[in-house]
């Protein structure tokens, strides 16, 4: 099993170019996640999907656009991106079988993304 | 105030002292989350816990869930130690919250 994969890993954009993040999970999870890292910020929340078919704002949201493609891929949208997006992106995913159970999550390897 | 709170926020040790990481919240929960991320590196899971004490290798994990507070000790540590540990926790929603996290940086 892969777990949590990302692509790509490194990534440079100029101010308003567009781009999408991938991200696929193999554990058959029903919540995933989308978090930016920033220094001394810790992880934020940006979009994530409690399970297939729902996606909910996170912390974060402005500048972003996500897909739940299907149960196992969740897609993040720069439309327009900005010096402000520069971070390192992470994709998370959780079994989260209701709201109460708590299920660890499980984290891809990043994205770096710099937007000059 | 912060959800969940940790300390310290930077950490020093000699090689082979024994450390503590804390971390306390003021949500209710049914379990804790401990993480680890090396410089530059992704983001591993050390342990969940939801009552008393876990131990792996060198990592011991505490929790008591009725003084909202979780400690992270590391016996005889090793440079390779050097990381940053975060805490988290899901308050009864899909959502995460995290601490800060805790800079580690253990000398030779």
């Known amino acids: 099993n892969a777990g949590v994969t990302q692509t790509p890993k490194f990534q440079v954009l100029k101010t308003g170019q567009s781009m999408t993040l991938q991200c696929a999970q193999d554990?058959?999870?029903?919540?995933m996640y989308w978090y930016r890292q920033d220094p001394g910020m810790g992880l934020r929340l940006i979009y994530y999907s409690a399970s297939e078919g729902t996606t909910d704002k996170g912390e974060v949201p402005n500048g972003y656009n996500v897909s739940r493609l299907n149960k196992r891929e969740f897609s993040l949208r720069l439309e327009s991106a900005a010096p402000s997006q520069t971070s390192v992106y992470f994709c998370?995913?959780?079994?989260?079988?209701?709201?109460?159970?708590?299920?660890?999550?499980?984290f891809g390897p990043g994205t770096r993304l710099t937007v000059l | 105030k912060n959800e969940v709170e940790q300390s310290p926020q930077n950490l020093t040790a000699q090689e082979g002292e024994f450390i503590t990481i804390n971390c306390s919240y003021s949500?209710?929960?049914?379990?804790l989350h401990w993480l680890q991320q090396h410089p530059g590196g992704g983001i591993v899971s050390l342990f969940m816990l939801s009552s008393g004490k876990k131990k792996h290798g060198r990592l011991i994990a505490t929790i008591n869930i009725q003084e909202k507070h979780s400690s992270l000790h590391i016996t005889a540590s090793h440079p390779r130690d050097s990381a940053v540990y975060i805490c988290a926790v899901r308050p009864g929603t899909y959502k995460y919250i995290f601490g800060t996290g805790t800079r580690l940086k253990v000398l030779a």
């Open positions: 998370a995913s959780s079994e989260n079988t209701d709201r109460t159970t708590y299920n660890e999550q499980f």
């Open positions: 554990m058959n999870h029903n919540s």
């Open positions: 949500v209710g929960i049914s379990a």
